[in-house]
């Protein structure tokens, strides 16, 4: 594997493969302290998101190498007109590694085929994020110890939330695993979705609009933000974005082992007396996301 | 009604009808300096109606564009008055620069000198996926 592009790039065997990698950095950091010493990053980051670049960044510093980079396209030459081949020729003379967000989708599949570096995609527009993928498998894995035999909970706007799309991609390729689908009908799962993921695979899936229904059957309650930036119409955005809002009355018939996550940031989605709950594992799931993509930048520069 | 028959050419046959002028300018066919016939609503015993061109020369054709905007269609390669060659056209696995992306949000409405790729998603519904954003080209 030379770049992470689409969490379909990685086989299952990958994916198991990081992730032992990821539970070893957590149990014995030190032994990884210097593996990337004298190595560079580069997060090139054409939209912002704080969060995903300081993962990437706090990742390659606790492998003890460094980082360049910037967090905004106006302080790129991309404001200058620069192409996304000529950006990422030019940063592959300065970096061992480069890890990309862009609002436009495909951007990281283009600059792949033009680098002499890895590059990871770190979120294209609303397309794909496989390091967030990574991240919920990671911590799926952690929390649950399994893969397989889940009934995963999806909940808010699974039209144009990449999370949710890459999350069911990735979970499908395990044995038993059933989905509870919830989502305003403004922002249901797109058939392609259905038609050449779940239904190919014979996954068993079920669509509401009720959060409570399913409830207590759920293993994962994966929740997720309306994203403003996805809506062309301002006024559907004020109508959809709080239409769930996750609380600790809504969690009563859930099971005492739920695990509760959200890719973040948050806004309403989750009342902030759901952090109390032990249920609650989206902030460890954020530091599970640091610990991922060391993994994943050791794999992609084969560092052992 | 009679068209002359060619000596040395190309015929596109089982063109689907009413779908031959469309052919014929996504080939280009009207920058060749030979003759070229377009014969539309033919009768056919197998389709009903059908379109055919003629092509009075022998020239590279581009099958990936014939593939994609009918797989049904025939290619006959004639030289000296006789049928030398008859073969299918198929639905190409990867198509370039032959459609555009429609989607906003995708690379190809911003990068410079990127070819516009769309790859065969579901070879029994005729589907194709941009290669960058994946966006399915709507009919």
Redesign the interface.
């Known amino acids: 594997m030379k770049n992470l592009i689409d969490i379909k790039d990685l086989s299952i065997e990958e994916i198991e493969e990081l992730i032992k990698v990821a539970k070893d950095i957590m149990q014995n950091p030190e032994k990884y302290s210097e593996k990337c010493k004298y190595k560079k990053l580069a997060t090139l980051f054409f939209e912002p998101s704080t969060r995903t670049r300081l993962s990437f960044e706090a990742a390659m510093m606790e492998l003890g190498g460094n980082v360049i980079g910037f967090s905004d396209a106006q302080s790129s030459s991309t404001s200058k007109g620069e ?3 000529d950006t990422i020729q030019v940063v592959g003379c300065y970096s061992d590694i480069i890890a990309m967000r ?6 990281p ?2 600059a792949a085929m033009k680098s002499t570096v890895p590059i990871i995609n770190a979120g ?4 794909n994020h496989p390091t967030q993928t990574l991240t919920d498998l990671l911590t799926i894995a952690c929390e649950k110890n399994r893969l397989d035999n889940l009934t995963i909970g999806v909940c808010g706007d699974l039209k144009f939330g990449r999370t949710v799309h890459s999350l069911i991609t990735a979970m499908s390729r395990y044995k038993n695993i059933k989905f509870v689908l919830i989502s305003p009908e403004e922002l249901k799962i797109p058939e ?1 979705i259905k038609e ?1 993921i779940l239904e190919k695979n014979n996954i068993e899936y079920i669509e509401t609009n009720d959060i409570e229904e399913k409830m207590e059957n759920l293993d994962i309650l994966y929740m997720t933000r309306v994203q403003k930036e996805r809506f062309f119409n301002e006024e559907d955005y004020l109508r959809l974005k709080d239409y769930y809002i996750l609380n600790i009355n809504k969690l009563e018939k859930a099971k005492k082992d739920l695990c509760i996550m959200h890719p973040l940031p948050r806004v309403n989605e989750i009342a902030t007396e759901v952090d109390e709950d032990d249920r609650a594992c989206y902030f460890k799931q954020a530091k599970y996301g640091k610990y991922i993509r060391m993994a994943l930048i050791l794999k992609l520069l084969k560092i052992s | 009604m009679n068209i002359d028959s060619i000596k040395n050419g190309i015929v596109i046959d089982h063109i689907q009808a009413k779908k031959g002028l469309e052919i014929y300018n996504a080939l280009n066919l009207g920058e060749l300096d030979c003759s070229v016939a377009i014969i539309t609503n033919a009768r056919s015993e197998k389709m009903g109606k059908k379109d055919i061109i003629k092509i009075d020369k022998n020239i590279d054709l581009n099958l990936d564009i014939l593939g994609y905007l009918d797989s049904n269609i025939t290619i006959n390669i004639i030289k000296d008055d006789k049928r030398i060659e008859k073969y299918h056209v198929k639905l190409p696995k990867q198509i370039t620069n032959i459609i555009k992306c429609q989607n906003p949000r995708c690379i190809t409405s911003i990068e410079r000198k990127l070819d516009q790729i769309f790859i065969l998603s579901d070879e029994k519904k005729k589907k194709y996926r941009c290669k960058y954003c994946e966006t399915l080209k709507e009919d």
């Open positions: 192409s996304v081949s862009h609002p436009k989708e495909g951007a599949l283009v294209d527009g609303g397309h392609y050449e």
